[in-house]
């Protein structure tokens, strides 16, 4: 029972500003019950707090010393308002939004409340802008968000083993069967598992956090420069870094129907760096022929890399 007083006292935490139907509601609740007061203000200073570590005033980040790399909220306050915010998206989505994009397709979809969604190959999403909360189901795939400030209205991306709260920021959700990868490159987000069993973790721009199914807390790395190169596809692009020609084909054909198809293990193994478009398979082949001194046979629907065969004397 008394998880449930604190349930309801962190959903009308997120519901402020309230018009005045919601404040004659709420006055109503807190008559019912002295305790209501007391579970309301221990909710409002668990969203303060984590407003206050995603964009701290200048008083504030003096008093408290996060660390730069890893910032966790401890109380359980903050604990029992993500458990709220986990809630909230049992709630029944009000004319939600639902995009899908195609095998190859990245789409740019402009939100109603100024924020901006780019929305990767082979992904599935459900947006729902509401009068006191912002949010997006990620159902499968990748996208990055643009989010517009509004801080009587929380951004909020459930992406099923681990969700995320923004305010004015910028950063990218992918969804697979491995878990789940944040990455921030402006601003800074909160995180933490959909059960609300560990602490939310704060991570700043160029830092990124993976959730593992059963994991209570994320692995936070900090790594700005493979951040960028991982969301080149925003530009329509794979930016490669010393990876694997087998890493670097398993990207390609992500986007393309026309696969291609390394048949030396060897060749699967060579490390490149350079920078591709996502729909041209072929040019990527071609390097790798000159690069690597393979061969290539291309078809409608394939296009396969070897090495050439040395010819014996």
Not at 9 to 23: K, S
Request: charged content about 20%; aromatic content about 6%; cysteine-free.
């Amino acid at each position: 029972m008394l998880d449930r007083v604190e349930d309801i006292a962190a959903e009308w935490a997120l519901r402020h500003p309230l018009d005045p139907a919601g404040e004659a509601e709420i006055a109503a609740w807190l008559a019912e019950n002295p305790a209501h007061a007391g579970a309301l203000l221990r909710a409002m200073a668990g969203l303060s707090l984590v407003d206050q570590a995603i964009a701290p005033s200048a008083g504030f980040a003096e008093t408290l010393p996060w660390s730069p790399i890893r910032r966790r909220l401890l109380t359980g306050m903050a604990a029992a308002l993500a458990a709220s915010v986990t809630g909230l998206f049992g709630l029944q989505y009000w004319r939600a939004q639902h995009v899908e994009t195609a095998q190859g397709e990245i789409r740019r979809l402009p939100l109603a409340d100024g924020s901006v969604a780019m929305i990767n190959t082979d992904s599935a999403l459900s947006v729902a802008l509401e009068r006191d909360i912002r949010r997006i189901s990620l159902d499968h795939g990748q996208a990055w968000f643009q989010v517009a400030k509004d801080r009587g209205r929380p951004f909020v991306v459930d992406a099923g083993i681990a969700l995320v709260r923004a305010v004015g920021t910028a950063f990218s959700v992918e969804r697979r069967d491995q878990g789940v990868e944040i990455a921030v490159t402006e601003g800074t987000v909160a995180v933490w598992a959909a059960d609300a069993s560990g602490a939310m973790t704060i991570i700043e721009a160029g830092q990124s956090a993976r959730f593992h199914a059963g994991a209570a807390e994320p692995v936070v790395s900090t790594a700005p420069a493979a951040i960028t190169r991982a969301l080149a596809w925003r530009s329509g692009e794979i930016a490669l870094e010393n990876e694997t020609v087998a890493s670097a084909v398993a990207q390609f054909n992500r986007y393309n129907r026309q696969q291609l198809i390394v048949e030396d293990q060897e060749l699967a193994q060579e490390r490149l760096i350079g920078l591709f478009q996502i729909d041209r398979p072929g040019d990527f082949a071609a390097t790798l022929a000159t690069s690597f001194e393979a061969q290539v046979t291309a078809t409608p629907n394939e296009i396969r890399i070897a090495r050439k065969k040395v010819e014996l004397p």
